[in-house]
């Protein structure tokens, strides 16, 4: 079997292709094509020379809709609301999450409010209609809005969570007259309680829905035309995949996907090498994002926000800081040295690239101490110019005194580590988590560079770099399986008397889970269910999501669960009654996905080093031996310092610290002499 | 690595470890969400964290409600004072005086003293808003409380560990005068676990990069937050300027507007805010601390002149504070401080008119300027339990030079702190039903950049009897406007029953109304003040505000002088025809000196325009009504019309400091525009269904 996997970054799309009969795994990149992205995705796969015609499966990470939103490009939505609520989603949650500046704005709604249209119907908290939806007030906004360009469209009631019954009344009839238009409701999207946040995961589903729609077809279109038979999956930001088929319906599960694949390829590889706590570190020009894997569970959860607005299907939990390579150095008014959050992006780039740039970036400042080399050349098309590095860190120099090239640059590296180790803190220490019980997994075309300073920060001592970690988030997608959320509101207490609709409510949950699968065209065989269930102690607001065996209702079963859940998340367990809000079930479909061969360079370690150079370390200029990562044998052992290089990332290796190869190639850092 | 440190510590070093610092408040505020009980922590975020040196100086926060952090240095220096030498490691010390840097009686604060050997060094805090501190109503706040006793106990610093023994005595004492004493040992856990961890991280770091160098670093990164400040200061021009606002009191039922007067003086890198001739403090909700008064005065400042930028105590040290005592800006016992969150808003309200003349494009329209809590609680039958609603609706923010303020979004004073909750939890938890949840058409003040606007939420008691409170201010005298913006819309409540909307007797303030199975409370928040002259906006943003509902037809003719045709397209020549008209209409008096006091008042104090009866008749102005003047400066003088034969004919006698407010002298021609108000000074409201009983007003159960 033969399969492509394809991640479209903001500057480069990056592909792997894998065939299972010779074992091979080939690499590529090729820049982004923002306009015709689907044109970037086929370049990609073409530089790998895939042939499409014999390709069975093709796994896809986007970030078309996320970007649509960061630029407010998407479709112009529609929202049909509940009356008297017209107003949900501008008004918001009214808090302000930057401080100290009296000019600071709200973010905008995506829907102007001419284009909200309240009807008067009203379903209340136990789910009882309190006010019938009128048939004909639905067909008359149809009418209406038929008179408009088709557009996108959101129909979003209270309580549908509970009771979905207006809602799907209103679709039927809407799909009906408007049939170019992208209709979605909001319980269908997100079955769960509080509607700002529900309101506005559907309207974000569909102010994506007609962008992304139309790229999927596109794509479809010319990777037909090039023989392609085989099914197009893509990557979801839980950390599964779902066909395009689904994803056109439900594009909001793309949007945190971006650095999906590379959680999903990290806990791949943590099984593989017998590693489980993991935290991924994944810095690439802009951004970087860093996620705790306890376990090699996934970490989920339904809090995030794009752009300030919230999204609140299952995600990968990942924290993203806006500082990468392109990030600039600079001074602020109170003559404090800080790095980012501006960045030099793609264009110019840093100051390196000879292509305008003057301001400091993080990359000018590992080139200017040797950690990076003008020999090098940036996912094989960029070269990097050392003076013009030098030269733009002589402005931080000049500002202050006691500075000199090395120190500034070094001071800039330690600078920007720091603002990854706040970000890795909050999602371990600030959870409970205490990070010397994991390994950190570093990719990304910048992560290599710096993990072992943020290992030291935190005082991890085992840092894991994967083979060709500028291509991880690709492998990512291939490994991946097929993964659906179900979601239904069900409340009841934790006594058995209430309890005793629970296994019936399940065993319909998953009945559509499993017809779900099977239209996607996955055998029953090869689809697994899990149940959970969210929960909480009365009085909380919160609920805490539970694993669950199968049939089990057994009150005194499923509460010891919840308390143990609840002692690990927070600290303590309650006397207090507890009850369920909501019963979920993920069904995971396997499928066939790429092995790591076994490592088989063989050789002397010598016959891998390509030279040497002098870099700075800790203000201490020493003459380091520079290796060729494909060249290093099996089992190589390697005391720092040192650099290995490879496609599109650079490792290194402090004094200090030593490097071993592993058994799939990857590299196993870890702090000491030997 | 090679963490050694220069004896100069070298910036590299500063930036981390001052990270590091903020990282453990982080930590500490985790600590405490992940512990917490309460919604008003897990859903309203209504908490702080904080480090202070041994100075009581505070070092690092993260984002924390600029209204708790702000004041707790006051609280730090009291305990300190109070316990001088006699304090040792496991000490852990309990206050919420709000004549001692606390804040209302809810917000309880814990003080850690961290101890490097015997010396002391740091003292992690944490404050929180418990739900229930005792007093007379549950939640522990009305609107109409005479004294401190009837808003909860009232805690001194005192110690509640001593050499790490807990004072079970202390506990008992809490747990006695408070209503749901489980849920404070709970909240009191919540705040123990916050400040040991931070204890156990303070520790590692001064392990790693040695004491010195750690305090050295804080001391550093004060001294820059304060060079900043000061360097910010410096573009200002020197001088002094005044402004003055009010809040709302009610005595015996009387409206009694209380003054509140600023003036702030620029000398070089430093500021001085000075609130000389405010109000003496009266027995009313309407009185605060200095420390909660400098917090407003940092925040205007803060927000306007520096945003960005760490915010720590070197960034305070420019500002010097004084103020009368036993004033409404400092508050002495036993009168009632459960105001703060006014009293804080209106100190940033005087503030930005003082800022207004100095950096104009740096402000805004004053705020919306009231905290708003509303609270109801009663029995839910059905799920046999007690339920406390609580919501504190967010209104708008004032325009801008380059933007339209935010509508329903807190003010910047407030912290990220959710305002209200989703209708679908509200329903979900208590008997009620939410009839309509949005934006308060014509609300926003109208100017060139207009005001954001209030919330229209209108809640359905679906149970049996309950209780309602609230506790605001700008119910009666809206928000401001700058630079000819106009005022925003007010705070309204109404309580509608029988399908008649019934204001409150004392507009945006109440105790223990009772309402009965199907009442309604209408809560409208207010707006913010508009921005530059509203007959200067663009016609085109005022269509676009009308076709989105924003602004209604006959306000964008009326406040704007925009026509519109049929389309809602503007129609230019009605438009040109409407502002000229507008323009025209507007009066102009010259301004006479008059040195004769201007304030009047029973308890409080508001200033009067004297005026003829014939000159009242021409402006169209009526006795009582609450007019604005409009001068040089940007912000208005507002004062309340008073007939009076005895005043010169058509002039506007004006005091020295009424004329420094609108920046004129005598022979200047200043604008009067009049100011819609529910009640006027000394006036009762007038309802048919209400009858007193001795001083307190009592109503009928609706």
Same mark, same amino acid.
């Given at each position: 079997?033969?399969?492509?996997?394809?991640?479209?970054?903001?500057?480069?799309?990056?592909?792997?292709?894998?065939?299972?009969?010779?074992?091979e795994?080939?690499?590529?990149?090729a820049?982004?094509?923002?306009?015709a992205?689907a044109?970037?995705?086929?370049?990609?796969?073409?530089?790998?020379?895939?042939?499409?015609?014999t390709?069975d499966?093709?796994?896809?990470?986007?970030?078309?809709g996320?970007?649509?939103?960061?630029?407010?490009?998407g479709?112009?939505v529609?929202?049909?609301?509940?009356?008297?609520?017209?107003?949900?989603?501008?008004?918001?949650?009214?808090?302000?999450?930057?401080?100290?500046?009296?000019?600071?704005?709200?973010?905008?709604?995506?829907?102007?409010?001419?284009?909200?249209?309240?009807?008067?119907?009203?379903?209340?908290?136990?789910g009882?209609?309190?006010?019938?939806?009128?048939p004909?007030a639905?067909?008359?906004?149809?009418?209406?809005?038929?008179?408009? *360009?088709?557009?996108?469209?959101?129909?979003?009631?209270l309580?549908?969570?509970?009771?979905?019954?207006?809602?799907?009344?209103?679709?039927?009839?809407?799909?009906?007259?408007?049939?170019?238009?992208?209709?979605?409701?909001?319980?269908?999207?997100?079955?769960?309680?509080?509607?700002?946040?529900?309101?506005?995961?559907a309207?974000l589903?569909?102010?994506?829905?007609?962008?992304?729609?139309?790229?999927?077809?596109?794509?479809?279109?010319?990777?037909?035309?090039?023989?392609?038979?085989?099914?197009?999956?893509?990557m979801?930001?839980?950390g599964?995949?779902?066909?395009?088929?689904?994803?056109?319906?439900?594009?909001?599960?793309?949007?945190?996907?971006?650095?999906?694949?590379?959680?999903?390829?990290?806990?791949?590889?943590?099984g @593989?090498?017998?590693?489980?706590?993991?935290?991924?570190?994944?810095?690439?020009?802009t951004?970087?994002?860093?996620?705790?894997?306890?376990?090699?569970?996934?970490?989920?959860?339904?809090?995030?926000?794009?752009?300030?607005?919230?999204?609140?299907?299952?995600?990968?939990?990942?924290?993203s800081?806006?500082?990468?390579?392109?990030?600039?150095?600079?001074?602020?008014?109170?003559?404090?040295?800080?790095?980012?959050?501006?960045?030099?992006?793609?264009?110019?780039?840093p100051?390196?690239?000879?292509?305008?740039?003057?301001?400091?970036?993080?990359?000018?400042?590992?080139?200017?101490?040797?950690?990076?080399?003008?020999?090098?050349?940036?996912?094989?098309?960029?070269?990097?110019?050392?003076?013009?590095?030098?030269?733009?860190?002589?402005?931080?120099?000049?500002?202050?005194?006691?500075?000199?090239?090395?120190?500034?640059?070094?001071?800039i590296?330690r600078?920007?580590?720091?603002?990854?180790?706040?970000?890795?803190?909050?999602?371990?220490?600030?959870?409970?988590?205490?990070?010397?019980?994991?390994?950190?997994?570093?990719?990304?075309?910048?992560?290599?560079?710096?993990?072992?300073?943020?290992?030291?920060?935190?005082?991890?001592?085992?840092?894991?770099?994967?083979?060709?970690?500028g291509?991880?988030?690709?492998?990512?997608?291939?490994?991946s399986?097929?993964?659906?959320?179900?979601?239904?509101?069900?409340?009841a207490?934790?006594?058995?008397?209430?309890?005793?609709?629970?296994?019936?409510?399940f065993?319909?949950?998953?009945?559509?889970?499993?017809?779900?699968?099977?239209?996607?065209?996955?055998?029953a065989?090869?689809v697994?269910?899990?149940?959970?269930?969210?929960?909480r102690?009365?009085?909380?607001?919160?609920?805490?999501?539970?694993?669950?065996?199968?049939?089990?209702?057994?009150?005194?079963?499923?509460?010891?669960?919840?308390?143990a859940?609840?002692?690990?998340?927070?600290?303590?367990?309650?006397?207090?009654?507890?009850?369920?809000?909501?019963?979920?079930?993920?069904?995971?479909?396997r499928?066939?996905?790429?092995?790591?061969?076994?490592?088989?360079?063989?050789g002397?370690?010598?016959?891998?080093?390509?030279?040497?150079?002098?870099?700075?370390?800790?203000?201490?200029?020493?003459?380091?031996?520079?290796?060729a990562?494909?060249?290093l044998?099996?089992?190589?052992?390697?005391?720092?310092?040192?650099i290995?290089?490879?496609?599109?990332?650079?490792?290194?290796?402090?004094?200090?610290?030593?490097?071993?190869?592993?058994?799939?190639?990857?590299?196993?850092?870890?702090?000491?002499?030997? | 690595?090679?963490?050694?440190?220069?004896?100069?510590?070298?910036?590299?070093t500063?930036?981390v470890?001052?990270?590091?610092?903020?990282?453990?408040?982080?930590e500490?505020?985790?600590?405490?969400?992940?512990?917490?009980?309460?919604?008003?922590?897990?859903?309203?975020?209504?908490?702080?964290?904080?480090?202070?040196?041994?100075?009581?100086?505070?070092?690092a926060?993260?984002?924390?409600?600029?209204?708790?952090?702000?004041?707790?240095?006051?609280?730090?220096r009291?305990?300190?004072?109070?316990?001088?030498?006699?304090?040792?490691?496991?000490?852990?010390?309990? @206050?919420?005086?709000?004549?001692?840097?606390?804040?209302?009686?809810?917000?309880?604060? @814990?003080?850690?003293?961290?101890?490097?050997?015997d010396?002391?060094?740091?003292?992690?805090?944490?404050?929180?808003?418990?739900?229930?501190?005792?007093?007379?109503?549950?939640?522990?706040?009305?609107?109409?409380?005479?004294?401190?006793?009837?808003?909860?106990?009232?805690? *001194?610093p005192?110690?509640?560990?001593?050499?790490?023994?807990?004072?079970?005595?202390?506990?008992?004492?809490?747990?006695?005068?408070?209503?749901?004493?489980?849920?404070?040992?709970?909240?009191?856990?919540?705040?123990?676990?916050?400040?040991?961890?931070?204890?156990?991280?303070?520790?590692?770091?001064?392990?790693?990069?040695?004491?010195d160098?750690?305090?050295?670093?804080?001391?550093?990164?004060?001294?820059?937050?304060?060079?900043?400040?000061?360097?910010?200061?410096?573009?200002?021009?020197?001088?002094?300027?005044?402004?003055?606002?009010?809040?709302?009191?009610?005595?015996?039922?009387?409206?009694?507007p209380v003054?509140?007067?600023?003036a702030?003086?620029?000398?070089?890198?430093?500021?001085?805010?000075?609130?000389?001739?405010?109000?003496?403090?009266?027995?009313?909700?309407?009185?605060?601390?200095?420390?909660?008064?400098?917090?407003?005065?940092?925040?205007?400042?803060?927000?306007?002149?520096?945003?960005?930028?760490?915010?720590?105590?070197?960034?305070?040290?420019?500002?010097?504070?004084?103020?009368?005592?036993?004033?409404?800006?400092?508050?002495?016992?036993?009168?009632?401080?459960?105001?703060?969150g006014?009293?804080?808003?209106?100190?940033?309200?005087?503030?930005?008119?003082?800022?207004?003349?100095v950096?104009?494009?740096?402000?805004?329209?004053?705020?919306?300027?009231t905290?708003?809590?509303?609270?109801?609680?009663?029995?839910?039958?059905?799920?046999?339990?007690?339920?406390?609603y609580?919501e504190?609706?967010?209104?708008?923010?004032?325009?801008?030079?380059?933007?339209?303020?935010?509508?329903?979004?807190?003010?910047?004073?407030?912290?990220?702190?959710?305002?209200?909750?989703?209708?679908?939890?509200?329903?979900?938890?208590?008997?009620?039903?939410?009839?309509?949840?949005?934006?308060?058409?014509?609300?926003g003040?109208?100017?060139?950049?207009?005001?954001?606007?209030?919330?229209?939420?209108?809640?359905?008691?679906?149970?049996?009897?309950?209780?309602?409170?609230?506790?605001?201010?700008?119910?009666?005298?809206?928000?401001?406007?700058?630079?000819?913006?106009?005022?925003?819309?007010?705070?309204?409540?109404?309580?509608?029953?029988?399908?008649?909307?019934?204001?409150?007797?004392?507009?945006?303030?109440?105790?223990?109304?009772?309402?009965?199975?199907?009442?309604?409370?209408?809560?409208?928040?207010?707006?913010?003040?508009?921005?530059?002259?509203?007959?200067?906006?663009?016609?085109?943003?005022?269509a676009?505000?009308?076709?989105?509902?924003?602004?209604?037809e006959?306000?964008?003719?009326?406040?704007?002088?925009?026509a519109?045709?049929?389309?809602g397209?503007?129609?230019?020549?009605?438009?040109?025809?409407?502002?000229?008209?507008?323009?025209?209409?507007?009066?102009?008096?010259?301004?006479?000196?008059?040195?004769?006091?201007?304030?009047?008042?029973?308890?409080?104090?508001?200033?009067?325009?004297?005026?003829r009866?014939?000159?009242?008749?021409?402006?169209?102005?009526?006795?009582?009504?609450?007019?604005?003047?409009?001068?040089?400066?940007?912000?208005?003088?507002?004062?309340?019309?008073?007939?009076?034969?005895?005043?010169?004919?058509?002039?506007? *006698?004006?005091?020295?400091?009424?004329?420094?407010?609108?920046?004129?002298?005598?022979?200047?021609?200043?604008?009067?525009?009049?100011?819609?108000?529910?009640?006027?000074?000394?006036?009762?409201?007038?309802?048919?269904?209400?009858?007193?009983i001795?001083?307190?007003?009592?109503?009928?159960?609706?």
């Amino acid at each position: 079997m033969k399969m492509v996997g394809v991640d479209v970054g903001g500057t480069f799309t990056d592909a792997v292709y894998y065939d299972d009969q010779s074992g091979e795994l080939a690499w590529a990149k090729a820049p982004s094509t923002p306009r015709a992205p689907a044109g970037g995705v086929l370049a990609a796969m073409d530089r790998n020379g895939v042939d499409l015609a014999t390709t069975d499966r093709f796994v896809h990470g986007v970030t078309i809709g996320t970007n649509a939103i960061l630029e407010r490009r998407g479709a112009p939505v529609w929202v049909i609301t509940t009356k008297g609520f017209r107003d949900t989603l501008e008004i918001a949650r009214t808090n302000r999450t930057v401080l100290y500046d009296i000019k600071t704005l709200k973010p905008a709604s995506l829907v102007p409010r001419q284009r909200i249209i309240e009807v008067d119907e009203r379903v209340l908290a136990d789910g009882t209609v309190l006010r019938a939806l009128d048939p004909d007030a639905i067909r008359q906004i149809a009418s209406r809005l038929r008179a408009e *360009p088709p557009a996108a469209l959101a129909v979003c009631f209270l309580h549908s969570y509970l009771n979905g019954s207006h809602e799907e009344a209103a679709v039927t009839i809407l799909r009906a007259a408007l049939p170019k238009w992208f209709i979605c409701h909001s319980a269908e999207i997100l079955p769960e309680m509080r509607e700002y946040e529900r309101f506005n995961t559907a309207v974000l589903n569909s102010y994506i829905g007609p962008l992304t729609a139309r790229y999927l077809s596109e794509l479809s279109r010319l990777m037909r035309s090039r023989g392609y038979r085989g099914a197009v999956h893509l990557m979801a930001s839980s950390g599964g995949i779902e066909t395009a088929e689904r994803a056109a319906r439900f594009p909001v599960h793309t949007v945190l996907s971006g650095p999906a694949g590379g959680v999903a390829a990290a806990i791949h590889l943590g099984g @593989l090498v017998g590693v489980r706590n993991l935290i991924t570190y994944d810095m690439g020009g802009t951004s970087t994002d860093v996620c705790l894997i306890e376990d090699l569970n996934v970490p989920l959860t339904s809090e995030q926000f794009v752009d300030g607005l919230p999204v609140r299907t299952p995600q990968i939990e990942i924290n993203s800081v806006g500082a990468g390579g392109g990030s600039i150095a600079w001074v602020d008014t109170g003559h404090i040295l800080r790095v980012g959050p501006r960045s030099a992006g793609a264009v110019p780039g840093p100051a390196c690239y000879g292509k305008g740039g003057v301001e400091p970036t993080v990359t000018d400042a590992n080139l200017a101490i040797g950690r990076l080399a003008s020999s090098l050349k940036l996912a094989g098309t960029v070269a990097l110019d050392e003076s013009l590095a030098e030269q733009a860190v002589q402005r931080i120099v000049a500002v202050f005194d006691s500075l000199d090239v090395p120190r500034a640059a070094e001071g800039i590296i330690r600078i920007a580590v720091a603002r990854m180790v706040s970000a890795i803190k909050e999602i371990s220490v600030s959870k409970g988590y205490d990070p010397r019980d994991f390994a950190l997994v570093a990719f990304g075309g910048a992560g290599p560079m710096h993990a072992v300073f943020i290992a030291e920060e935190l005082e991890i001592a085992h840092v894991l770099v994967p083979l060709r970690p500028g291509n991880f988030c690709a492998f990512g997608a291939l490994i991946s399986d097929v993964r659906h959320d179900h979601l239904r509101t069900h409340r009841a207490a934790l006594i058995d008397r209430e309890l005793e609709g629970l296994e019936d409510a399940f065993v319909q949950i998953e009945a559509a889970a499993r017809s779900a699968m099977t239209e996607e065209g996955l055998p029953a065989g090869d689809v697994s269910l899990q149940r959970s269930a969210g929960m909480r102690y009365v009085g909380q607001s919160w609920d805490l999501i539970v694993r669950l065996p199968a049939h089990s209702s057994d009150s005194v079963a499923l509460a010891a669960l919840f308390h143990a859940a609840h002692e690990r998340r927070y600290g303590y367990r309650a006397a207090d009654p507890i009850e369920i809000v909501s019963l979920r079930v993920t069904a995971i479909g396997r499928v066939a996905k790429p092995k790591l061969s076994e490592w088989s360079i063989t050789g002397a370690l010598a016959a891998a080093q390509q030279g040497s150079r002098q870099v700075w370390f800790a203000g201490n200029r020493c003459n380091v031996p520079v290796y060729a990562r494909d060249r290093l044998p099996r089992d190589a052992r390697i005391a720092g310092p040192a650099i290995i290089e490879e496609m599109g990332a650079v490792t290194i290796v402090p004094p200090d610290w030593r490097v071993a190869v592993g058994s799939v190639g990857e590299l196993h850092l870890k702090r000491g002499a030997q | 690595m090679n963490n050694a440190i220069d004896p100069a510590v070298d910036p590299i070093t500063l930036e981390v470890v001052c990270e590091s610092l903020i990282a453990v408040v982080r930590e500490m505020r985790a600590s405490i969400i992940r512990a917490s009980y309460s919604p008003v922590i897990y859903e309203m975020d209504d908490f702080s964290c904080a480090l202070f040196n041994a100075r009581a100086e505070m070092v690092a926060q993260s984002n924390d409600h600029p209204g708790h952090v702000m004041p707790m240095p006051w609280s730090v220096r009291c305990a300190m004072e109070d316990f001088e030498n006699d304090i040792h490691p496991g000490d852990i010390i309990l @206050l919420n005086d709000s004549y001692r840097g606390g804040t209302h009686l809810n917000d309880v604060t @814990l003080l850690y003293p961290v101890f490097a050997g015997d010396r002391l060094v740091m003292l992690p805090a944490v404050r929180s808003h418990w739900a229930d501190v005792g007093g007379a109503t549950p939640g522990s706040y009305s609107g109409l409380s005479t004294n401190i006793y009837q808003e909860g106990l009232r805690m *001194p610093p005192i110690k509640l560990y001593e050499r790490g023994q807990p004072n079970k005595a202390v506990m008992r004492l809490i747990e006695a005068n408070m209503r749901l004493p489980e849920d404070r040992k709970g909240d009191l856990n919540a705040m123990l676990g916050a400040v040991r961890a931070a204890e156990q991280r303070l520790n590692k770091l001064f392990g790693k990069y040695g004491l010195d160098t750690v305090l050295e670093c804080l001391a550093i990164n004060l001294d820059r937050s304060e060079a900043r400040m000061r360097s910010r200061i410096r573009t200002l021009p020197a001088g002094t300027y005044v402004y003055e606002d009010y809040l709302e009191y009610y005595d015996e039922g009387r409206f009694d507007p209380v003054l509140m007067r600023l003036a702030l003086t620029i000398a070089g890198d430093g500021v001085t805010a000075d609130f000389a001739g405010s109000n003496p403090q009266v027995p009313g909700v309407v009185n605060s601390s200095l420390a909660v008064v400098g917090a407003g005065v940092f925040v205007a400042l803060k927000s306007t002149l520096d945003p960005g930028g760490a915010v720590n105590q070197g960034a305070f040290r420019p500002i010097t504070l004084k103020a009368p005592e036993a004033s409404i800006v400092d508050v002495r016992a036993d009168a009632p401080a459960g105001a703060h969150g006014e009293v804080r808003k209106r100190a940033v309200s005087v503030m930005l008119g003082c800022l207004a003349q100095v950096a104009p494009d740096l402000v805004s329209g004053d705020l919306c300027g009231t905290s708003f809590p509303n609270s109801m609680g009663g029995r839910d039958a059905r799920r046999n339990r007690s339920y406390v609603y609580y919501e504190a609706p967010a209104g708008g923010n004032g325009g801008f030079a380059e933007a339209d303020g935010s509508s329903v979004y807190v003010n910047v004073d407030f912290g990220n702190i959710r305002s209200i909750h989703n209708a679908e939890s509200l329903e979900t938890d208590m008997p009620i039903v939410v009839e309509k949840s949005e934006l308060r058409v014509d609300s926003g003040g109208a100017g060139r950049m207009r005001g954001g606007l209030g919330l229209h939420r209108e809640i359905r008691l679906a149970g049996e009897e309950a209780v309602y409170s609230v506790l605001s201010d700008r119910a009666v005298i809206p928000p401001y406007g700058v630079g000819g913006g106009a005022s925003a819309a007010p705070v309204g409540v109404s309580i509608r029953a029988n399908g008649q909307d019934v204001p409150l007797l004392t507009p945006g303030k109440a105790t223990g109304v009772r309402l009965r199975r199907d009442a309604v409370f209408i809560l409208q928040s207010a707006g913010g003040g508009g921005y530059g002259d509203p007959l200067e906006r663009e016609a085109s943003r005022v269509a676009a505000d009308v076709s989105a509902g924003y602004v209604s037809e006959d306000c964008a003719r009326s406040a704007y002088g925009v026509a519109l045709d049929h389309e809602g397209r503007v129609a230019e020549r009605g438009t040109s025809n409407l502002r000229a008209q507008l323009t025209g209409a507007i009066v102009r008096l010259p301004v006479v000196a008059d040195e004769f006091s201007p304030y009047e008042g029973i308890k409080g104090r508001h200033r009067v325009l004297r005026m003829r009866s014939a000159t009242a008749q021409r402006l169209g102005v009526l006795s009582n009504q609450l007019v604005e003047l409009l001068g040089r400066h940007p912000a208005p003088l507002r004062a309340w019309i008073k007939i009076d034969e005895g005043a010169p004919a058509d002039v506007f *006698p004006l005091d020295a400091f009424g004329r420094q407010v609108l920046g004129v002298a005598a022979g200047d021609a200043v604008r009067l525009r009049g100011i819609e108000t529910p009640i006027a000074p000394g006036e009762r409201r007038r309802d048919p269904g209400a009858h007193e009983i001795g001083s307190r007003i009592r109503r009928p159960i609706i």
